[in-house]
Each structure stands twice: as structure tokens, then as C-alpha cells.
């Protein structure tokens, strides 16, 4: 089956560090990229950045950089999230995502912003 | 940064009606314009991408269509597992940014 499976819950006080793990299996992990968006109780979806599988490049969205690592783990197909110094608006949901593959003249192409395979989401509550 | 606003933020509707979300891009994003929908509890799903391509398994009671700033995810015929929040997002450039989010309701 295909799918994406995230670690659980997490409870963290202010200024400790949370990472959070996310395993997929029935495809090829090196093929494509993770994502990662995050959703604040009751709001809408914050993309974070990206880390390829196969190369390791990543991209973080500024407004992390310092606090974010993203990584892989190709021999055991899993991805993680790392985010240090923990703030309370830091509480939310957190969603692996794997980057949209499409075939265009036979080869497989990224559409880096696209995202077609969700994990199932980690709570992580950021509170003291 | 590229913002995307959308219009409604929430809307109510019954089912068989056909509904029509706008999206708007701060500049232009040609066609890298993406569509989800999330149920409560749930992770967003991939419904169309680059506009007006539907995804693999969505229903073609779904369509999107647009270029440049302005798009629209029209529902022909709602139904009533439609009843969700959707979300665009443009891919056309990093950081890659959604939109609000519409809530459809009953």
C-alpha cells in the first residue's frame, strides 16, 4: 500500500526541540521529494520547504531558517523534521508530503510545488 | 512572496448545486496553480494541478480552470462527501503559498 506514516504526538515546553519522522512505503522513496506543510489549530496550510530523496538538496521557508533541518534516511524510506527552539505558535499539525511525480515525454518530472501523497499528520503542542 | 487570496471564505450550498471558488495570485503564476480538499481531520488531498489538470481518481464533477492571477475550482454537481474546506496553492515560485481556504458547507 502506498502511503506515508508520521510518528505521534508530541508535547513540548517553549525552546526545546521536536522531530518528527515520516516512513513511507509502497513506491520508490529515492524517486521523489518530501515536503512539508504545517496547519495551526482552526487555520490553514503553511508550507515549510522541501528536501529531495534522491540528492538531498533542500530548500526551508526563511522564516525557519535556523530552526529547520529536513532530512532522509533512504535505507529505511524515511523522512524527517526537525524544529529547534520551540515557540507556542509553533503548535501545530505537521504533514509530510510527497512531491508530484508526472510523466512528460516518457521521463518522470517533478512538479516540486505538487503534492499527490499525504501523511496522516503529527500534533505537536508546544506548551509550558 | 507571492499571496493568494481566495473568494469565498465560506459558502453554504446543498448538494446537486454547482459551486464555483475563486482564486487570486498577487502576480502571475501562468498555470502553476494547484487545488486541494481537506476534511476535517484529515490531510489535504490533491484534487488539480496546473490549473485545470484533474489528478489521477478525482471525479470529473471537479474542474479548474484560470492562467495568470486569476482561477476557479468549479464543483457541477455537489455532493455530499464535497463538503469540505478547499485550498489553492501556486507552485510557480518558492516559498510556495495557499490560499486561505474556502468552507463549504450545508
Known amino acids: 500500500q502506498v502511503q506515508l506514516v508520521q510518528s505521534g504526538v508530541e508535547v513540548k515546553k517553549p525552546g526545546a526541540s521536536v522531530k518528527v519522522s515520516c516512513k513511507a512505503s509502497g513506491y520508490s522513496f529515492s524517486s521523489y521529494g518530501i515536503s512539508w506543510v504545517r496547519q495551526a489549530p482552526g487555520q490553514g496550510l503553511e508550507w515549510m520547504g522541501w528536501?529531495?530523496?534522491?540528492?538531498?538538496?533542500?530548500y526551508y521557508v526563511q522564516k525557519f531558517e535556523g530552526r529547520l533541518t529536513m532530512t532522509t534516511d533512504t535505507s529505511t524510506s524515511t523522512a524527517y523534521l526537525e524544529l529547534r527552539s520551540l515557540r507556542s505558535d509553533d503548535t501545530a499539525v505537521y504533514f509530510c508530503?510527497?512531491?508530484?511525480?508526472?510523466?512528460?515525454?516518457?521521463?518522470?518530472?517533478?512538479?516540486?510545488?505538487?503534492?499527490?501523497?499525504w501523511g496522516q499528520g503529527t500534533m505537536v503542542t508546544v506548551s509550558s | 512572496d507571492i499571496q493568494m487570496t481566495q473568494s469565498p471564505s465560506s459558502l453554504s450550498a446543498s448538494v446537486g448545486d454547482r459551486l464555483t471558488i475563486t482564486c487570486r495570485a498577487s502576480?502571475?503564476?501562468?498555470?502553476?496553480l494547484n487545488w486541494y480538499q481537506q476534511k476535517p481531520g484529515e490531510a489535504p488531498k490533491l484534487l488539480i494541478y496546473?490549473?485545470?489538470s484533474l489528478q489521477s481518481g478525482v471525479p470529473s464533477r471537479f474542474s479548474g480552470s484560470g492562467s495568470g492571477t486569476d482561477f476557479t475550482l468549479t464543483i457541477s454537481s455537489l455532493q455530499p462527501e464535497d463538503f469540505a474546506t478547499y485550498y489553492c496553492q501556486q507552485s510557480y515560485s518558492t516559498p510556495y503559498s495557499f490560499g486561505q481556504g474556502t468552507k463549504v458547507e450545508i
Open positions: 496546473d490549473a485545470s
Open positions: 508530503a510527497r512531491v508530484f511525480l508526472i510523466i512528460i515525454g516518457g521521463v518522470l518530472v517533478p512538479k516540486w510545488g505538487a503534492f499527490d501523497l
Open positions: 528536501v529531495s530523496t534522491y540528492n538531498h538538496n533542500r
Open positions: 502576480q502571475s503564476i501562468i498555470t502553476y
